[in-house]
């Protein structure tokens, strides 16, 4: 078994094309050799800012030999009358470079096997692996020079190598070779003699090519500088990332800034510092410091100049941050309710002050449907919830929305809850991160996300494949977690209609009498029509795959179909986990055959002086003891338990009696039944 190295070498690649750049090598290289049937024990990519690279171990020294069946014309076409092969019959023959002797009739045809020679691994690889290559995808690809051919950034080397011989390619304008290029303060003729030696000798010339390997050293890196001071970095993983794919050798650096910046609220300097410089702020006791450490891609002793540029640039962000602060503190959080008009929500949907107003309204009858008897803080954080959007500081940094409206309440003098539910509104932030632990946050954050569901629906932008308008996903996946996780009692199935109704209707050149009616006919069709009931399927779908990891997929849908599950959250839950715990094939049966015999609704009741079979009696009475419902798992074993009264109605009674009398009387039994299966789930998508 063999081992190839291909290394594309390049100008420093855009950070963001680089995870993807993993994948696509990964799958293009893999798909190649499972299509040409070459056996291979393993595909791995490497990346740094400047190279791919791609180690291919096991590999087989040829594709197999396969024999393949050509199917030729005829029988009458390819003899002639005497049985000898026609003009036809010997053009096949030519063409396929099969002897006239061996080829064979088989239903009718002829036939030829055709024997296609394995090619050698080295073949492939030379004729594949450079439209492998051009076959990446990414934004702003480019050209250079006078190729015609695109690629992220100008490839500057290419090493190409088979155990211990070069594989030569030539990729747009670069041939390859067995040498690559070390760290570009490093040595720069590295020679690969085998691609096992790949990895270390990399290594040796400060280039850490595992980007798992690099991504662990900035974490042990970071921790090991932050501890000379005492203190603990802050990471994202998107932050990991982005510092994993900029640097070939992380070296941290720590630099210092003016305490007087730590007077700005604390998400502000942070995300300054990890999103907009790609710094770690550092936290000692759990508050933040004025030292941050950066992640260096240099090799030597001399950081003073690479501190002293850091803190040149950290300071005139922060500065533009104080100025900031310090003008939109000059009012009120309060006094830029009124600028949400200038803003648009969305087209036909008024502005971020009718939005705002919306939410007041929506977050009014949560608090009605959670019996909370004093809804002023809630009301209080809807109205404010959106105010920070007018402010120079989000304008500026736009991810600190709901941050910087917590802090400027502060400043205005609002209480607690009412700071920490315009922060907490738009929790969670995404599918793992945390829910908003105070009622505030809860009941806002659920009006606003089920507001924009319901816009953006009621405009016709739902969401299709990749498209997520408005990120209507993560909204209809945020309203099941708060709910879920702290266990709210909301009917959603009545928050979608008002919050339908309250959706503004244009109205613009038309008459009072048409305004009316259209007011009218929107609101009816929007709660009644396709429009409710789209949002309705979508946020089921949503709640289903949440689940699904806990739960098979055919119990989470007859769970839903025979009851709403937006109506009750929780009761759909516990149906979801007792029917999880059904073992019955004969009761599912029986289920099942109630369902295929009431195809149509029954109009008429049990008559039971039309009982002329002991069975009959025997069922009705069974049916009458199935009555736990308030005990899901109870109700399931009763349904179990009667079920041999329902096996020996089957065997004993003909539902399809010719009499129609008896005939419907039986079917009115059958409903009682069935509606005892539908109280706990659709069985029939089981």
């Keep these: 078994m063999s081992k190839y190295l291909l290394e594309i070498g390049t100008e420093e690649l855009p950070y963001r094309f680089i995870p993807s750049a993993i994948n ?16 291979f024990s393993d595909v791995k990519v490497y990346a740094t800012p400047r190279r791919l690279a791609v180690i291919i171990d096991g590999l087989e020294a040829n594709s197999p030999d396969e024999v393949k069946i050509v199917r030729g014309p005829i029988k ?28 064979y009739v088989e239903d009718d045809y002829i036939h030829a096997k055709i024997l296609i ?50 594989v030569k390619i030539k990729i747009i304008d670069k041939e390859s070779s067995n040498v690559s290029r070390g760290h570009r303060f490093a040595q720069q003729s590295v020679v690969i003699g085998h691609p096992d030696d790949y990895v270390e000798l990399m290594r040796n010339c400060c280039v850490i090519v595992d980007q798992n390997e690099r991504r662990q050293r900035i974490i042990d890196r970071a921790k090991a500088e932050a501890q000379k001071f005492g203190a603990e970095p802050y990471y994202t993983d998107d932050l990991l990332d982005e510092v994993t794919f900029i640097t070939e050798y992380p070296v941290p650096a720590t630099c210092d800034f003016s305490e007087e ?49 850091n803190v040149r640039v950290i300071k005139a962000r922060l500065d533009d941050a104080v100025f900031f602060f310090n003008e939109d503190t000059k009012k009120p959080l309060e006094g830029y309710v009124e600028d949400l ?35 002023r803080l809630v009301e209080r954080t809807a109205l404010l919830a959106k105010a920070d959007l007018t402010t120079n500081l989000v304008f500026e940094f736009t991810e600190l929305q709901g941050y910087i409206g917590a802090d400027y309440a502060r400043v205005s003098g609002e209480l607690a809850p009412v700071c920490e539910g315009i922060k907490e509104h738009y929790f969670p932030l995404n599918a793992e991160s945390e829910t908003a632990k105070g009622l505030e946050g ?26 997520d308008p408005l990120g209507v996903r993560r909204a209809a996946l945020g309203i099941i977690r708060t709910i879920m996780a702290n266990d709210l009692k909301i009917n959603l199935d ?11 209707i244009a109205m613009e050149g038309q008459t009072v009498v048409d305004k009316i009616k259209n007011v009218a006919g929107s609101f009816t069709g929007r709660v009644t029509g396709k429009v409710k009931e789209e949002i309705t399927e979508f946020i089921v779908q949503r709640l289903i795959i949440f689940l699904s990891d806990k739960y098979a997929k055919n119990v989470l849908e007859a769970c839903a179909s025979n009851k709403n599950p937006l109506e009750n959250l929780a009761d759909y839950v516990e149906r979801v986990k007792v029917v999880s715990t059904l073992n019955s094939p004969a009761m599912l049966e029986s289920a099942n055959r109630v369902a295929r015999l009431l195809k149509e609704t029954v109009l008429v009741s049990v008559n039971k002086e039309l009982f002329n079979n002991p069975a009959e009696n025997m069922l009705y009475k069974q049916i009458a003891t199935v009555d736990a419902k308030d005990d899901y798992a109870k109700f399931l074993k009763q349904l179990e338990e009667i079920n041999p009264s329902v096996e020996k109605f089957f065997n004993d009674v003909l539902v399809m009696d010719k009499d129609e009398k008896v005939k419907q009387n039986r079917l009115a039994l059958l409903s009682l039944l069935k509606e005892k299966y539908d109280y706990i789930c659709d069985f029939s998508k089981l």
């Design 261 to 309: 910046y730590l007077k700005l609220p604390e998400e502000l300097v942070v995300t300054v510092m990890a999103v907009h410089q790609r710094y770690f702020a550092l936290y000692k006791d759990g508050k933040l410091i004025n030292k941050f450490i950066t992640m260096t891609n240099y090799l030597g002793d001399e950081f003073e100049n690479i501190k002293a540029g």
């Design 341 to 375: 008009k200038g803003i648009t929500f969305q087209k036909g949907m008024g502005s971020m002050y009718d939005k705002a107003q919306r939410l007041v309204k929506l977050s009014r009858n949560i608090c009605k449907q959670l019996n909370i008897a004093d809804s």
């Design 76 to 103: 009458k076409v390819a003899y002639d009358e005497e049985g000898n092969l026609s003009k036809a019959g010997l053009g096949f023959a030519n063409k396929n470079g099969v002897a006239p002797d061996d080829l």
């Design 117 to 166: 020679k394995g090619k050698s691994i080295v073949e492939l690889l030379q004729a594949n692996v450079p439209s492998l290559v051009l076959k990446l995808q990414g934004s702003h690809f480019m050209r250079w020079a006078d190729n015609e051919e695109k690629f992220s950034r100008p490839i500057r080397w290419i090493v190409s190598i088979l155990d211990r011989e070069e």
């Design 442 to 467: 809860q009941i806002v954050g659920i009006a606003d996300k089920i507001d924009t569901i319901a816009a953006v629906f009621a405009e016709g932008k739902k969401p299709t494949g990749s498209s």
């Design 494 to 504: 009545a928050l979608i209609n008002e919050t339908l109704i309250n959706l503004p």
């Design 24 to 39: 696509q090598l990964k799958k293009l290289f893999q798909d190649f050799l499972n299509d040409n049937k070459v056996g």
